[in-house]
């Protein structure tokens, strides 16, 4: 009996010298909604009507339940990461908001780059032949000839005709001249 009395003793005396804040800790860790938010950053939310939505943005029953389980899983020590796995292991990949950088994913994660510089080059390359087509192949411009003004007083009937048939050649027939000279005293009259 003497020794249960001291064994009793040593174990009241133990307890008092327990921090009951510390014991609680050590227990239950503190869990806020930053932590909760970030676990649900990471997963999408479980519901059938909200589907295609973060966990984190979504306040629907399920959504609710699932956070609540990660308030308790959190409280219970577990890490981040493991609490991902055990709700992708629970309802399926497609839970994850982002697929992980590893393996065939990582085409998931490289295919929009990949196509934005397909496209790029695929520009580039359409205007380059597009400016060759229209650049002349020398590097000089090739002159055009200009056009040179008739003197009017030197123009016989036969040339101011021909020059308003659009330069085709007359014929130098008395009649054509008689004919364009009577013309040309109607118009001047």
Do not use: H
């Amino acid at each position: 009996m003497k020794w249960a009395l001291v064994f009793a003793c040593a174990l009241f005396a133990s307890a008092l010298s327990l921090d009951p804040i510390a014991v609680s800790a050590q227990v239950a860790p503190k869990v806020g909604a930053p932590e909760i938010e970030a676990v649900a950053r990471e997963l999408m939310d479980p519901c059938e009507n909200c589907k295609g939505k973060l966990l984190s943005g979504c306040d629907c029953e399920p959504a609710a339940k699932l956070k609540e389980e990660i308030r308790a899983r959190l409280q219970r020590g577990e890490t981040k990461e493991e609490i991902v796995a055990a709700t992708v292991a629970q309802y399926g990949e497609w839970i994850r908001s982002a697929p992980p950088k590893s393996g065939f994913n990582l085409v998931g994660w490289g295919m929009p780059f990949a196509l934005i510089g397909v496209g790029v080059v695929g520009i580039a390359l359409y205007l380059r032949r597009a400016v060759r087509r229209r650049a002349p192949s020398t590097s000089q411009p090739t002159p055009q000839p200009t056009p040179q003004p008739m003197p009017l007083l030197a123009a016989t009937p036969t040339t101011l005709a021909s020059s308003a048939l659009g330069g085709l050649p007359a014929e130098s027939s008395p009649e054509w001249d008689r004919r364009l000279a009577s013309e040309l005293d109607r118009f001047n009259r």
